[in-house]
């Protein structure tokens, strides 16, 4: 019926005018302590939080006519977790192949854009969030060039109100650098043969010519576009490359070995893009050349085994503090794929053992806050508690970098958010099952 119709739409509109009027009024925030990631901590700690903004962070706070007080009693501030790059959203079990979207076939894929394909009510967002974790740079995966990055927010009806910035990287995959010296006759898993030591090496210089050859062509594309040829078409592959030419937005290379971290280095610094490294397993033997280059790093072998006998087997724990002292900026995340995003929730550990192992305390919580923030260009917005940012925030009993702490709230552009997931309804279910 067109009343009935009529009446639900005006329902609507009242119960969104008062969500509006909830959000926009002002709220005052008190707790135990505010870790604001930039300063010192704040001990006893108020925010005041207006229109999902972050409008005063400090021991009192002025409070204006109306704002409503939320007391936090015993509990901790700290800014939303960020993790960077993630498979999160693009799997759900990773041994379930319609469930996984992480990669697509081609060898350069520039214009595939991760963030669209997430899935919203995936179990596995709800399990990050219940641990801290506000927003996730969502990455593809596959090929040379597997596409673009977007930042996504752990709350929201879909992919439209979820992605918080677009796109923010080009990911490019480094080709392998090693060389097996297995004699020839030698069977090989993946062929009938091994090839030769000269043969590797020329299949080697090879995928770097290509890679070479795929940026050129991207470059010349950009002159003929800006020229304004008469027969010019537009290319929407081209098209999404032109952002990260010249210096523009980043270009995050995949690269884990020693010679694969430093001829990227050198490809980036002659072509003269800005890059971010990923993975950089061995990274730490290039603390000094890293920070020459001023090349942000995010470190993804923390929990990896050392890949050689003679290395001790807390390397990759003393890696964090070896880049911090070197000058390198540093994030810390979990490796892609599908089992990396069902432990994202893990990632406040990460940083709990950074800091075991010589990486100042401090440090160890930016690693998982402001810098992903500022590496993405969104520090300016989030991965801070500032005046002016937007009030993203958790509320943590004990310490964050402690293993027994519990998020018990958290708070998404001003806007609470549940912390329940599939663990939580499964702990309530079987907590209540019939007795004998």
């Known amino acids: ?73 015993g509990l901790h501030l700290y800014p939303g977790l960020i993790a960077m790059p993630t498979s999160l959203g693009l799997v759900e079990i990773s041994g379930v192949r319609a469930t996984l979207d992480t990669t697509e076939a081609g060898e350069f894929l520039p ?7 997430v899935n919203p009510d995936s179990e596995l967002i709800a399990v990050a969030r219940a641990n801290g974790i506000t927003h996730a740079l969502v990455a593809p995966m596959g090929g040379r060039i597997s596409g673009q990055s977007g930042l996504m927010q752990l709350s929201g009806w879909g992919v439209e109100s979820m ?22 006759s030698v069977k090989d898993p993946a062929g009938p043969k091994v090839k030769s030591l000269k043969e590797q090496a020329n299949d080697r210089a090879e995928r770097l010519r290509a890679l070479d050859r795929f940026f050129d062509d991207a470059q010349a594309y950009q002159k003929a576009r800006v020229a304004g040829l008469k027969d010019f078409r537009r290319v929407p592959a081209w098209e999404s490359v032109l952002p990260f030419l010249k210096g523009g937005q980043p270009i995050m290379v995949h ?22 490294l990923v993975g950089a397993r061995d990274a730490g033997s290039l603390a000094p050349l890293l920070a020459e280059h001023k090349v942000p790093v995010v470190f993804d072998a923390l929990f990896e085994l050392p890949h050689h006998d003679e290395h001790a087997a807390d390397l990759h724990f003393r890696t964090p503090g070896v880049l ?35 990486l100042p305390r401090a440090e ?16 300016t917005r989030r991965g801070s508690l500032e005046a002016g940012k937007e009030a993203t925030f958790i509320a943590v009993e004990g310490d964050l970098l402690d293993i027994r702490a519990q ?5 998404i552009a001003g806007v609470e958010v549940s912390l329940e997931s599939r663990h939580t309804r499964l702990y309530d279910r079987y907590k209540n099952r019939p007795r004998p």
Not at 166 to 181: D, N, R, T
Not at 407 to 411: F, G, S
């Open 407 to 411: 998020v018990r709230r958290m708070w």
């Open 364 to 379: 160890a919580l930016k690693s998982i806050t402001l810098r992903p923030a500022q590496f993405m260009g969104d520090a």
């Open 255 to 276: 690269a884990q070995e020693a010679r694969q971290i430093t001829a990227a280095l050198a490809w980036a610094k002659r072509r003269g893009y800005s890059m971010i």
């Open 163 to 184: 992605t918080a910035k677009k796109p923010i990287a080009l990911h490019l995959y480094w080709p392998s650098m090693e060389l097996s010296a297995a004699p020839k």
């Open 1 to 73: 019926m067109p009343e009935e119709r009529l009446m639900r739409t005006a329902l609507l509109i009242l119960a969104w005018m008062h969500a509006l009027c909830v959000w926009a009024a002002p709220v005052v925030y008190r707790a135990a302590s505010a870790h604001p990631m930039v300063g010192e901590p704040i001990t006893p700690a108020e925010l005041l939080v207006e229109g999902g903004k972050l409008i005063a962070v400090g021991k009192s706070v002025a409070r204006p006519a109306g704002a409503r007080v939320v007391d936090l009693p």
């Open 324 to 358: 911090h002292r070197a000058g390198v900026p540093m994030a810390l995340c979990l490796p892609m794929g599908g089992w990396a995003a069902s432990e994202l929730r893990n990632l406040p550990y990460l940083a709990a053992q950074a800091a075991a192992n010589g």
């Open 111 to 117: 214009e595939v854009e991760a963030w669209g394909s």
